[in-house]
């Protein structure tokens, strides 16, 4: 009788098999974690943090091996704001990472206010990481409480909640250290610049206003050197009616789609049609093109690179206090149409809390997400899981068997192309 179950249980274990590699296209994967709050603590305030746990920056050499040496720097980050904190150059040899707020003590229990009780942060990281297995860290000095950063070519921005600076760009040399910065005042009234994003063809960003709930399109000014001396506004400003988080272009400029997180209800991805080519600036208009109901919490989206396919990362209710009621997080995938109408294809559920980051592979064949931490109880940790894509008609994704523990905040994956 045992050697028949034994038999049966080897049969059903042979046809569910799956291999436990991580299949993904790129040379690494960047991973910021936040060593300083549970994901809970936006809720309840109460940090949780473990005595010795500090930030770090993490890369991960693919494809991976078991008992590979990974490459860790205890660089400062901070979960707060969007997923727009950490930037990797075309050749995956640099990274820049913000400090949107300061670390806290061990001692640090109780945050009345998340938002504004860390301290502030006002610096960038400049990390070689052309040696996965060992970055590098150096520091440069920018605006207070820097919000996003957004890198093309070899222009750095960053904006910042520092007065007459809300914006700076930097030239980034060969090396990786900045041979320019250059601040320029946006002139906000009771606003932040809380996103930046450059157009695919350099000339132009946009620029989120949380609080106004409102999207500019800046174009670049150039001096008589050709390079950008400054950014103005080209038209007027694109509304939304909740709350606008983080933003990204399609791979040919045609579509600008946004984040609107509703405040913690079921949230919308909103796609605008800029137009850059109107002759005056003054009189170009920016529509909405389309509106898409996806999940709540929706900090990060990721369009393909042929602009057909779009994920998003939905933290839903997964990261209330674990004495209230928790939610499940999932992932998303959604059709995107050259019209910027999006449809739901399906969700897929997460084992793990709040989901920040998400990121397609070079190819578009797979996704990382990121996990701030597990329903662990004892030591915590982060970690990164993943999806295979099945092309065709009607695509979909088919979580992989193996995923990457990080360190404990893991809320930034990023490409090392």
């Keep these: 009788m045992r050697l028949t179950l034994g038999v049966a249980l080897l049969s059903a274990s042979t046809a569910i098999a799956q291999t436990p590699t991580i299949n993904f296209n790129a040379r690494g994967i960047l991973a910021l974690s936040d060593g300083d709050m549970a994901a809970s603590a936006v809720v309840d305030g ?12 993490t890369v991960y050499p693919l494809p991976l091996k078991l008992g ?12 707060i704001g969007w997923s727009r904190t950490a930037a990797v150059t075309s050749d995956g040899r640099f990274a820049f990472v913000i400090e949107t707020r300061g670390q806290t003590a061990d001692s640090a229990k109780v945050m009345k206010d998340i938002a504004t009780d860390f301290p502030a942060g006002s610096t960038m990281y400049i990390v070689d990481i052309s040696n996965m297995g060992k970055p590098s860290a150096r520091k440069a000095p920018v605006g207070k409480n820097p919000l996003a950063v957004d890198m093309l070519g070899s222009n750095l921005l960053i904006t910042s909640e520092e007065p007459a600076k809300e914006l700076r ?19 906000l009234q009771n606003a932040r610049a809380t996103d930046v994003t450059w ?19 800046y174009k670049a000014k150039l001096n008589a050197q050709s390079k950008i001396a400054t950014f103005e506004p080209f038209g007027s400003p694109v509304k939304i009616s909740g709350k606008p988080g983080p933003g990204s272009f399609t791979a040919d400029g045609s579509l600008f789609i946004v984040s609107d997180l509703k405040d913690g209800a079921a949230g919308e991805l909103v796609a605008i049609q800029f137009n850059t080519t109107a002759a005056d600036p003054k009189t170009a208009e920016h529509k909405i093109v389309a509106q898409t109901a996806v999940g709540s919490g929706v900090e990060s989206f990721a369009i393909s690179a042929d602009g ?4 998003t990362a939905n933290k839903g209710n997964s990261a209330q206090p674990w004495s209230g009621s928790i939610g499940k997080a999932s992932v998303s995938l959604l059709t995107l149409a050259k019209d910027g109408k999006a449809t739901k294809v399906a969700d897929y559920d997460l084992d793990g809390i709040a989901p920040e980051s998400i990121i397609f592979d070079k190819t578009g064949e797979n996704v990382a997400v990121s996990v701030y931490e597990y329903f662990d109880y004892g030591q915590r940790s982060g970690g990164i899981e993943f999806f295979k894509v099945n092309k065709g008609g009607t695509p979909s994704l088919t979580k992989q068997m193996a995923k990457i523990s990080a360190p404990k905040g893991c809320h930034t994956v990023k490409l090392i192309p």
């Design 46 to 57: 109460k940090l949780l943090k473990e005595i010795g746990v500090k930030d770090a920056l």
């Design 199 to 217: 157009h695919p063809d350099g000339e132009f960003i946009a620029i989120t206003m949380e609080e106004t709930k409102e999207i500019w399109l």
């Design 169 to 187: 760009m930097f030239e980034i040399g060969p090396g990786g250290l900045p041979t320019r910065n250059l601040p320029i005042p946006l002139n």
């Design 68 to 79: 590979q040496e990974i490459g860790s720097s205890p660089v400062p980050n901070s979960a």
């Design 308 to 311: 057909t396919m779009l994920v």
